[in-house]
């Protein structure tokens, strides 16, 4: 079965600099969210996107922003990073009120 | 805000039984989760109950369900060295999933 597909798995940045992540979520599932974990730490909830429309924002930086795609993909623009960003980002979509995680991309900022 | 709390750690030895507790927040969540994450990997969501539901049981995994204590527990059977993770309770509260910080459960021989 198709699950949820991010890219790339991992990425490397210096401060300052940007990130995109991507995500393509389980074909015919509605919504999106992105989640942020840091080292040793549970999943923060970042934002959501439901038909293509954000429809929850969490703790979410005014750095970071987000889109959904109308093929319902869905990307995960980071500016000016800094060392507290390194994190791995997980994309997730839900069918049935099941939340289903991509693998994640394991961003270090050096 | 309230917290979806669990124990950090655990140590089972391999063959017993494990049992990670959890105490969520929202009486009104709908279904209540567990999620498996190994090392360096994503969520895996392993099983889930409807809030309606005081125990289900899937292969080696029981999921026991008490609403009025806010209390929800997984058991696994017969411990495997492949059970070896960490293992979030995670439930259902504004249309997000909110995860506790996750019991890390360790076997030993």
């Known amino acids: 079965a198709a699950g949820v597909i991010q890219s790339p798995r991992h990425l490397i940045k210096e401060k300052r600099e940007t990130a995109t992540l991507k995500c393509y979520p389980i074909?015919?599932?509605?919504?999106v969210y992105w989640y942020q974990q840091g080292p040793g730490q549970d999943p923060q909830f970042l934002i959501s996107f439901y038909e293509k429309m954000q429809s929850d924002k969490g703790s979410i930086p005014d750095r970071f922003s987000a889109q959904q795609f109308s093929d319902y993909h869905s990307e995960l623009n980071m500016s000016s990073l800094e060392l507290g960003d390194s994190a791995l980002y997980f994309c997730?979509?839900?069918?049935?009120?099941?939340?289903?995680f991509g693998s994640g991309t394991q961003l270090s900022v050096l | 805000g309230e917290d979806v709390e669990q124990s950090l750690f655990l140590s089972v030895r391999e063959g017993d039984s494990s049992v990670i507790n959890c105490t969520y927040t929202?009486?009104?969540?709908?279904?209540l989760y567990w999620y498996k994450q190994e090392p360096g990997a994503g969520l895996q969501l392993l099983t889930y109950?409807?809030?309606?539901?005081d125990m289900k049981q899937d292969q080696r995994l029981t999921v026991l369900l008490n609403k009025k204590d806010k209390h929800l527990s997984l058991r696994i059977a017969d411990t495997q060295t492949g059970d070896s993770a960490i293992y979030f309770c995670a439930e259902n509260r504004d249309d997000k999933i909110i995860f506790g910080k996750g019991t890390r459960l360790h076997i030993l021989p």
């Open positions: 997730a979509s839900s069918g049935n009120e099941k939340l289903f």
């Open positions: 109950i409807f809030s309606n539901m």
């Open positions: 929202d009486s009104s969540s709908t279904y």
């Open positions: 074909p015919r599932h509605d919504t």
